[in-house]
């Protein structure tokens, strides 16, 4: 690409001054947004306030009219709509190209897309086209005011023991993919007004290679991310088998089980369910630590969750001191009466079976 070079700018930066605004790509499943998208808006406001400038929001797929609505809801001045059948499940081709064709068009300086698979994937292929440099599994964005408009774009590194803050200063768009649960999501005003612009799909089928058959739903992924509700179990279970219990309580409140990194590198539960540094990170509306002490290292992974409640043995277990709620007391007799409580409040059927059976867990 050619580097036009005007008057010298700070560090010797060349002239970006034609690549304004912050741009995030909103990802979808059948129609339903990750909720790192809205989580990536709240972020790219804050950012785009700063730089003053305008957050657009791109989205695409098929039947998907409804999330430009509310990526202006969620805090979007300009959304950018591509609706085509072409589009109506992910494949690299035909949404790289899309967002190729809009980020050339409209120069956002700022293009920010979830750490997904999906994420990943098309934040690759684009950030290697334009091409620009791409920090990716942010957990910290922020922005050098005017005029270096830096985006510091920061991740974990060298397994997690110290952070990295990386700058893009030779090339524009700067691109970052984001971690899920770290942002905080603008709450939905419909009161917020904002353009929505059509744009068109370049791609027909036939110049697609890749044919998406079938999805299988992968029986052991657990969505800890888009998950409302999580009761997640550490080393205080003792085993594998008190997450049964975990999971009738995860079951009556809707939600998913996590679990500390202690549990699932004692092989008790897989990986997919592990909460913190290391796992995921999550910011559900209540998230419940059974038997978890709350290491750091764990607490960097749930701190942000609305609602916290621990169950500890340990009245100076340090869990207590980010808990909204804490129960002092054996997670054996204190999850049942919960998981029971809950049931007969949302008129649940509570069986004593061997699935909450405290002792039979054990
Ligand atoms: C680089 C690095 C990355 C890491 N990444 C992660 C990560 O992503 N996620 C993570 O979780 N950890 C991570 N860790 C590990 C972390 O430091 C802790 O070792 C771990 O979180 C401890 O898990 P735990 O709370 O389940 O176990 P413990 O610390 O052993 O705590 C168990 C708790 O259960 C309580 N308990 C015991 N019996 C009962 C009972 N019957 N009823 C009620 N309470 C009971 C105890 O009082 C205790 O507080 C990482 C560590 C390092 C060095």
């Known amino acids: 690409m050619t580097v036009k070079k005007k008057a010298a700018q700070p560090n010797d930066m060349p002239d970006w001054s034609e690549y304004r605004g912050v741009l995030v790509v909103v990802e979808q499943r059948d129609g339903v947004a990750k909720s790192v998208s809205w989580q990536l808006l709240g972020i790219g406001r804050k950012l785009a306030e700063k730089l003053e400038v305008e957050t657009i929001a791109l989205v695409m797929g098929h039947g998907v009219g409804h999330l430009a609505e509310e990526a202006i809801q969620r805090g979007a001045d300009k959304v950018y709509i591509c609706d085509d059948p072409v589009l109506s499940v992910y494949r690299t081709r035909p949404y790289s190209r899309v967002c190729l064709q809009l980020i050339r068009d409209i120069k956002p300086e700022i293009v920010l897309m979830g750490a997904t ?56 768009p700067q691109m970052a993919t984001a971690r899920a649960g770290v942002f905080e999501a603008l709450p939905r005003d419909p009161s917020r007004k904002g353009e929505i612009i059509p744009i068109t799909c370049e791609m027909k089928e036939e110049e ?155």
């Open 117 to 172: 698979y999906t994420g990943r994937d098309l934040a690759g292929a684009i950030a290697t086209h334009l091409p620009t440099g791409l920090t990716a599994d942010t957990t910290q964005l922020d922005v050098e005011p005017h005029p270096s408009r830096l985006l510091l774009a920061s991740r974990p590194a060298f397994s997690e023991k110290m952070v990295a803050t990386i700058l893009c200063k030779q090339y524009r």
């Open 208 to 362: 697609i290679a890749a044919r998406v058959l079938d999805f299988i739903q992968d029986e052991k992924r657990v969505n800890l991310e888009d998950a409302d509700v999580i009761v997640a179990g550490g080393r205080g279970l003792g085993g594998p088998g008190p997450f049964r219990l975990l999971k009738e309580l995860a079951d009556a409140l809707g939600g998913v089980v996590g679990a500390s990194r202690a549990a699932v590198d004692a092989g008790w539960i897989g990986h997919e369910h592990q909460v913190g540094q290391t796992g995921h990170t999550v910011r559900p509306k209540l998230y419940i630590a059974v038997g978890i002490s709350g290491a750091v290292q764990h607490l960097v992974g749930m701190q942000n969750a609305d609602v916290i409640v621990a169950i500890n043995k340990d009245p100076d277990a340090p869990i207590f001191k980010v808990a909204h709620f804490g129960v002092v007391g054996d997670l054996f007799q204190i999850v049942p009466a919960l998981t029971e409580e809950v049931k007969k409040r949302r008129g649940l059927p509570f069986l004593k079976t061997e699935n909450n059976d405290p002792v039979a867990a054990r």
